[in-house]
């Protein structure tokens, strides 16, 4: 299975919070990936990266941003947390080397602002 | 823009039909993979298809990728309630390969 991690599972917030999500993997991946998903959706990415000091907005528009300072690091930063955010994060990484570039997921962070 | 379009949107079957999902796109891809999201849960990696008019096959899954790397197809043979769940295609296309398009999915329902 793989090894990609978010934290927390839950969060639940007040309007105006500053939340990090964190995702982690340990596969050395140099590809990764923020998609968003409301229940039962589609995913839609918001942001990516090729590697380290490298990100990129994805196709739907956030006012979330990302930094990728470690390899093995992609956390999501919403400077001021509106109910409009409520939804599912979920962290994925790929491999870009092998040309099997299959996406492993992490178990999402499941986002509720109050 | 680049675009995977999936259809049914969602598919009610009884236990032991079959099942089909299609997803469509107006450009070649590159490739196309498929991932199984069961309720609650994160998507899982199924398959990849790389090369025109691929078939592979996973016990009752058969993956199809076509002649024109435009279309792609999954279908399961006598579905079982551990089939529940939303596949998605996800799409490569040779101008980016860097981002994956997904398809909007289908949500499969099985009744016992």
């Known amino acids: 299975e793989a090894d990609i991690y978010q934290t927390p599972r839950y969060l639940v917030i007040g309007t105006g919070k500053k939340i990090t999500l964190e995702c982690s993997q340990t596969m050395g991946h140099d590809k990764m990936y923020w998609y968003q998903q409301d229940p039962g959706m589609e995913l839609h990415l918001i942001h990516y990266?090729?590697?380290?000091?490298?990100?990129e907005k994805g196709d739907l528009s956030s006012e979330s941003t990302v930094s990728r300072i470690r390899t093995e690091h992609f956390p999501l930063t919403l400077e001021s947390a509106r109910p409009s955010h409520t939804s599912q994060y979920l962290c994925?990484?790929?491999?870009?080397?092998?040309?099997?570039?299959?996406?492993?997921f992490g178990s999402g962070t499941q986002l509720s602002v109050l | 823009g680049q675009q995977v379009m999936q259809i049914p949107q969602y598919q009610h079957v009884q236990e032991g039909e079959d099942f089909t999902t299609y997803c469509n796109s107006s450009?070649?891809?590159?490739?196309i993979q498929w991932y199984k999201q069961r309720p609650g849960g994160h998507p899982v990696f199924l398959i990849q298809l790389v090369k025109s008019g691929e078939v592979k096959k996973q016990k009752r899954l058969t993956f199809q990728f076509g002649e024109a790397k435009k279309n792609s197809s999954l279908h399961i043979t006598a579905t079982q309630t551990t089939d529940v769940g939303t596949y998605f295609c996800?799409?490569?296309?040779?101008?980016?390969?860097?981002?994956?398009?997904f398809g909007s999915g289908t949500k499969l329902n099985v009744k016992p």
């Open positions: 996800a799409g490569l296309f040779f101008s980016n390969f860097n981002k994956f398009y």
């Open positions: 450009t070649t891809l590159s490739n």
């Open positions: 990266s090729y590697g380290v000091n490298s990100t």
């Open positions: 994925a990484s790929s491999d870009a080397g092998t040309g099997d570039e299959k996406l492993f």
